[in-house]
């Protein structure tokens, strides 16, 4: 019952949500647009971290980078590294599973196991923020040789 009125609720502030959004693009002049934010999503491919391959899916808002979800796939584990920008830090959620099997017998969640899931955060320079974490996964020099901040 309580997972109902809560799938309920979510749809009523959804609705709620795109119809705010409705209107105020439909009272919009011409001169209002330049100033509703454009979101862009960017895919690239960052070479020579993993042995399957490693891409990234970059959010930009009105040009600025905002979030990233890079997915790591190796071998025997893949794992996921989430970058959320903010204006003096970043913060990071990892995730990383194993393999129940070879890689190529994966064919669903069900053949991964979660090995862990850590948030810190970092500086802009890739600085560990707070205490020291022994198993993550520092990607984020490789990260910013590829990947604009801005665009231009």
């Known amino acids: 019952m309580l997972n109902y009125i809560t799938i309920i609720f979510c749809l009523f502030l959804v609705s709620c949500n795109f119809a705010q959004k409705q209107e105020t693009i439909q009272s919009a002049d011409k001169s209002d647009f330049y100033r509703i934010p454009k979101d862009t999503l960017i895919t690239y491919e960052i070479e020579d971290i993993s042995t399957e391959g490693t891409g990234t899916e970059v959010n ?36 990383k599973y194993y393999y129940k099997t070879g890689i190529e017998n994966v064919k669903s969640d069900e053949d991964m196991q979660l090995d862990y899931e850590i948030s810190y955060f970092i500086d802009y320079s890739g600085n560990l923020i707070g205490k020291s974490i022994s198993n993550r996964i520092d990607i984020f020099q490789e990260f910013k040789e590829v990947v604009p901040f801005e665009l231009k």
């Open 60 to 95: 930009y808002v009105n040009g600025k980078i905002t979030k990233s979800i890079t997915n790591i796939y190796a071998g025997t584990w893949q794992a996921s590294v989430i970058y959320e920008f903010g204006t003096d830090k970043i913060k990071v959620l990892e995730t």
